[in-house]
């Protein structure tokens, strides 16, 4: 099946400061990516997500592209701040035919002040 | 309210005794998942509804664990002879097709402690 690999967190930035969360993947085809977030006390939600190579994914300030070439989908944000502290999670569908994501182990961001 | 609602929202056990979690989706998501979210690790796939068969129960990690779904909207999770190793979030997302294709949604997940 499909799986992916994410940077390990955490990860403590200064507001303002660039962002990067790498997130490789291994998949059978070219299956959508998708990138999740949970802030503090509240379930995931879609942050952005690319459907096919090339694609760009975008939302809020962060972007992600789709690169097949070196199977990657980095998560970047030119400044962050301290109200995009949260746990990241990159994700995939399962396989091919599945209908369920499977997700990276997630990299907590906290922004300070 | 419009989102995906579990109950209840912390579960604290005794070892050996069975819990049951619930999960209401989003009206007319036919896509119903459940994951275990373990401090420290990623979502762990428990079991995939649609309408109210599940064709994927792969993730379900021992016979202990059973769901059901019903008038393809309610969904409960049931975990017999709780384990001190069961202790994790339990997360139900649905969608409106397979989250493959579209935005899954979450609820804010049951925290479960067996103690």
């Not at chain 1, 291994?26 to 952005?48: H, I, K, N, R």
């Not at chain 2, 929202?9 to 459940?34: F, M």
């Not at chain 2, 990623?42 to 019903?70: H, M, V």
């Amino acid at each position: 099946g499909n799986s992916v690999t994410q940077m390990e967190g955490p990860v403590t930035l200064s507001e303002e400061a660039f962002l990067t969360i790498n997130c490789t993947y291994t998949a059978t085809g070219y299956p959508s990516l998708f990138w999740y977030v949970q802030y503090p006390g509240e379930g995931l939600q879609l942050l952005l997500k690319a459907t096919k190579a090339d694609d760009k994914g975008s939302n809020k300030g962060f972007e992600a592209t789709y690169r097949k070439e070196t199977t990657s989908f980095h998560l970047e944000k030119g400044s962050v701040q301290v109200s995009d502290s949260a746990v990241y999670f990159c994700a995939l569908p399962s396989s091919g035919s599945a209908r369920q994501l499977t997700f990276g182990s997630g990299t907590q961001l906290t922004v300070l002040p | 309210g419009a989102g995906v609602s579990q109950s209840p929202s912390n579960k604290v056990t005794e070892k050996g005794k069975d819990v049951e979690l619930r999960c209401d989706p989003i009206s007319g998501h036919t896509a119903l998942y459940w994951y275990r979210q373990s401090l420290g690790q990623g979502l762990e796939f428990l079991i995939y509804f649609q309408g109210n068969s599940a064709p994927d129960k792969s993730g379900l990690p021992s016979d202990r664990f059973s769901a059901e779904r019903t008038g393809g909207s309610v969904s409960t999770l049931t975990i017999q002879r709780t384990q001190q190793e069961d202790s994790a979030v339990y997360l139900c997302a649905s969608s409106l097709m397979g989250a493959g294709n579209t935005e899954a949604f979450f609820g804010q997940g049951t925290r479960l402690t067996v103690v």
